[in-house]
Nanobody, 121 residues
């Protein structure tokens, strides 16, 4: 019904930048929020940035000042601009969205498949 597709991951050196994209498609009536999470090896998945509340995005303390989340509502797409990357940012980055599904009228949560970000020192 609803698919989230992330892109933009890769291997970079410390201090460099990457821009992730997450495009939502399918039977979407509306999107309540879209968030970015990440999961490093042997660690729990953590919230990186969220649009919850509808105002300015909120960020994890570890990425404040370096990461910026933006959106293109017409394209149902969110972006995560990641600057000054550090080795500890290495993780699989996931997009999560809460969507009002057209066919059911209910809000449901969906995950993307993830995109690998590797930062070398």
């Amino acid at each position: 019904q609803v698919q989230l597709v992330e892109s933009g991951g890769g291997l970079v050196q410390a201090g460099e930048s990457l821009r992730l994209s997450c495009a939502a498609s399918g039977t979407i009536f509306s999107i309540r929020q879209m968030d970015w999470y990440r999961q490093a090896p042997e660690k729990t998945r953590e919230l990186v940035a969220t649009s919850l509340g509808g105002g300015k995005p909120n960020y994890a303390d570890s990425v404040k000042g370096r990461f910026t989340m933006s959106s293109d509502n017409a394209k149902n797409t969110v972006y995560l601009q990641m600057n000054s990357l550090k080795p500890e940012d290495t993780a699989v980055y996931y997009c999560y969205a809460i969507v009002k599904v057209t066919s059911t009228g209910r809000f449901e949560g969906y995950w993307g498949q993830g995109t690998q970000v590797t930062v070398s020192s």
